[in-house]
């Protein structure tokens, strides 16, 4: 199993709504992260956590709160969005900080309203 | 600083023709490099990687010789599908204690039958 796994993949939210994106992964990697990614953009870090502990925050609102409830498990709780913050939201996966390699989930698509 | 240039897309080719598509990093030490491609509405996949000087990395068809005298990882393939067409992301990871992924500009490839 070499997937990681995003839920839901579409979302519209209101501002004043809280709501949650999942991610899951099952290939026993211990770093995860979450990318935000705006339309013809690449893809730019919010946070990395490693051994469950977050280990970088790249100066993001406290609009947005990961959370990793345990090895397999991400998320991202959304509170009070602004309509800039429509994006795709792109999680990863690697075996762990120190590896080359991160594996992508296929995003949730969030608009908010 | 670490970053990552990619040439300007959109790059259209007809199908069976020969894709080149340019990327070149500045990094300090010796990063990992790796492209990414992603289809449309989709996340990323990772397409190939090379971890040290004159790997080449192969995968699909597509193939990157990872050239410090030039700091350069160019995608190739010589004969590109219909199937073909998303952005191309080249990216290093930086291999200090953020082991951050540094993300190109990205590359739309648009191949007509």
């Known amino acids: 199993d070499t997937e990681v796994t995003q839920t839901p993949k579409h979302l519209v939210m209101g501002m004043t709504n809280k709501k949650s994106l999942k991610c899951e992964q099952h290939?026993?990697?211990?770093?995860m992260y979450w990318y935000k990614q705006k339309a013809k953009k690449p893809p730019e870090l919010m946070f990395v956590?490693?051994?469950?502990?977050?280990?970088i925050n790249e100066s993001v609102p406290s609009r947005f709160s990961p959370e990793c409830p345990n090895s397999s498990l991400l998320n991202l709780h959304l509170h009070a969005l602004q309509p800039e913050d429509s994006a795709l939201y792109l999680c990863a996966s690697s075996q762990d900080p120190e590896n080359t390699e991160a594996f992508f989930g296929q995003g949730t698509r969030l608009t908010v309203v | 600083g670490n970053s990552v240039t990619q040439m300007e897309g959109p790059v259209t080719l007809s199908e069976e023709a020969f894709l080149t598509i340019n990327c070149t990093y500045t990094?300090?030490?010796?990063?990992?490099l790796f492209w990414y491609v992603q289809y449309p509405g989709e996340g990323l996949q990772l397409l190939l990687k090379a971890t040290k000087a004159d790997d080449k990395g192969s995968n699909k068809g597509f193939e990157a010789t990872y050239r410090k005298e030039t700091t350069s990882f160019h995608l190739e393939k010589g004969s590109v599908q219909v199937s073909d067409s998303a952005v191309y992301f080249c990216?290093?990871?930086?291999?200090?204690?953020?082991?951050?992924?540094?993300f190109g500009s990205g590359t739309r490839l648009l191949v007509r039958p």
């Open positions: 956590y490693s051994y469950e502990k977050l280990s």
């Open positions: 990094a300090t030490g010796y990063p990992s």
């Open positions: 990216a290093l990871r930086r291999m200090d204690s953020s082991y951050k992924l540094i």
């Open positions: 290939m026993g990697h211990r770093a």
